[in-house]
């Protein structure tokens, strides 16, 4: 084999598994979908803990 088509196939198996690696990244899985879920849930309760914070921060005031 010579190198000019050794180095044709390395690079063509390179840009296939490249291709593969983005293809495979559109698809998101059960794990990542219940990931995603958690991450909203916890953002969702931050932001009320910081409502409830802001209430009681104006009801001290007042």
Same mark, same amino acid.
Request: hydrophobic share 45%.
């Given at each position: 084999?010579?190198?000019?088509?050794?180095?044709?196939?390395?690079?063509?198996?390179?840009?296939?598994?490249?291709?593969? !690696?983005?293809?495979?990244?559109?698809?998101? !899985?059960?794990?990542?979908?219940? !990931?995603?879920?958690?991450?909203?849930?916890?953002?969702?309760?931050?932001? !009320?803990?910081?409502?409830?914070?802001?209430?009681?921060?104006?009801?001290?005031?007042?």
């Amino acid at each position: 084999m010579t190198s000019q088509l050794a180095k044709k196939l390395a690079i063509a198996l390179l840009m296939a598994l490249m291709a593969g !690696g983005l293809i495979a990244c559109d698809n998101q !899985g059960p794990a990542e979908e219940a !990931g995603e879920s958690i991450d909203e849930s916890l953002e969702d309760a931050g932001e !009320g803990m910081e409502e409830l914070g802001e209430d009681i921060e104006d009801a001290a005031q007042n």
